[in-house]
């Protein structure tokens, strides 16, 4: 089993920021992909950006420029650095990682218990 679990969340003006956080653990052999999706209440999941063990990166259009993905391979943890929020920001957010777990190369996703960032004056 694989756990996700992310932090950081919580009630902030427009135009500031905050910064998330998501810790991988559990039976973990190695871990491709990890990113971050947005749902909204009566709106879809939507992704907000995603990174590679590389560290190539991609973004949703409207948080290009604002939102800064990273990683820390060594911690199993990747981070979501959210600047200039807009109340539209508003959402779940939930944290995705695309882990191999043993000696066989498959890999499955999982999904943290997503945390609530709500940009409101």
């Known amino acids: 089993q694989v756990q996700l679990v992310e932090s950081g969340g919580g009630l902030v003006q427009p135009g500031g920021s905050l910064r998330l956080s998501c810790a991988a653990s559990?039976?973990?052999?190695?871990?491709?992909?990890m990113g971050w999706y947005r749902q909204a209440p009566g709106k879809e999941r939507e992704l907000v950006a995603a990174i590679t063990t590389g560290g190539s990166t991609n973004y949703a259009d409207s948080v290009k420029g604002r939102f800064t993905v990273s990683r820390d391979n060594a911690k199993n943890t990747v981070y979501l650095q959210m600047n200039s929020l807009k109340p539209e920001d508003t959402a779940v957010y939930y944290c995705n990682a695309n882990v191999r777990s043993g000696a066989v190369i498959i890999y499955r996703d999982y999904w943290g218990q997503g945390t609530q960032v709500t940009v409101s004056s």
């Open positions: 559990g039976s973990i052999f190695t871990i491709n992909a």
